[in-house]
């Protein structure tokens, strides 16, 4: 089974800026399509970002375009989130997510999810 863990996460002022990192165990890592997503509190989670395998394709929602970059690093086997700009809309509890497909921007396709991390922007 795969595992993953975010860090990153904390109290920023809106205007700044955060990344967040996602280290995963197992096998498949490197084959597999990778997504960033969040939840905020009385709201249902929602995509960020994802990426495929080799990261040729990458997709971001319309509210975080141009605010903020995925990335991977599949040596390490780990995901990255800059986010930039951060507003206070930004605050959710972040996840990273694996699918076996080699891309998704599907959220039923992750099977695999971290525990979480806090991102909170102040105003």
């Known amino acids: 089974q795969v595992q993953l863990a975010e860090s990153g996460g904390g109290l920023v002022q809106a205007g700044g800026s955060l990344r967040l990192s996602c280290v995963a165990d197992g096998s498949t890592f490197g084959s597999a399509g990778l997504g960033w997503f969040r939840q905020s509190p009385g709201k249902e989670r929602e995509i960020v970002a994802a990426?495929?395998?080799?990261?040729?394709?990458?997709m971001y929602s319309d509210r975080v375009k141009g605010r903020f970059l995925i990335s991977r690093d599949n040596a390490k086997k780990t995901l990255y989130l800059q986010m930039n700009s951060l507003t206070p809309e930004d605050t959710a509890v972040y996840y990273c997510?694996?699918?076996?497909?080699?891309?998704?921007?599907?959220?039923?396709?992750?099977?695999?999810w971290g525990q979480g991390t806090q991102v909170t922007v102040s105003s």
């Open positions: 990426i495929s395998w080799n990261g040729g394709d990458i």
């Open positions: 997510a694996l699918t076996l497909n080699y891309y998704s921007d599907y959220q039923p396709a992750y099977k695999f």
